[in-house]
């Protein structure tokens, strides 16, 4: 019987070690990644500075714009920026009034514009010449309004921009921009404030298609107002 009792208290214990050494297990499995190799920090040991900030910056969304005032007026690439704490990164080359093609050709305008040090990349190659995870950006106002400066576009969207995208590997975000209330700038042929943004909805899905013909799959455009 006194054997009997032994060989229980070993089993015990035994089982006692085992439930331990299986919690460090399941709480080291815990820590390690989706694949497996890479030890995380428990949820119970808070991260240091530089720890926080390292994973910070691997949770960045990074995002390039370019365009024209649409986009800089209340330097909007970087007011994102300030509202993520944080979580965004961006760069931008704009210029006021500039269709895709002559912001090609021109480059950056924000040297009159911005007060800052930082005016952007001096142009759309540069911006797009590093990795990014979104590219956001806008034609002039009036182009997908119009068949002929939507065609011109289309092309540009094409054969120039659309390199640059593959490259870049960034989704295209296409902003459609508004239609004016009134009247300005030439628009009269554009009709009332209705036909103008059906004109610019039809123009930015033609961009779109465009854009999706050309780039992989995975950077499928988007569409955004």
Known sequence: KEAE????????????????????????????DVDGDAPLAYKDEPLDADAKGAAAAVRRTAVAFFGNSILYYNDTPRLIESLSAGSVEQNSCLRGGVTFEQLLSKGNGMDVKFVSEDKGAPDVASLLSRSWHYVVM???????????????????????????????GGTPVLLETWAYRAHTKGSDDLGDHAEFTSRLQEGYREYAAALAEVLPEKQKPRVRC
């Open 138 to 168: 806008n034609d002039y106002t009036q182009a997908p309004a119009r068949e002929e400066s939507r065609r011109a576009s289309v092309d540009v969207l094409k054969t120039q921009i659309a390199p640059l995208l593959e490259q870049c």
């Open 5 to 32: 009792e032994k060989a229980k208290r070993a089993a015990a214990e035994k089982a006692l070690k085992q439930t331990g050494t299986d919690a460090k297990k399941a709480k080291t499995a815990a820590a390690e």
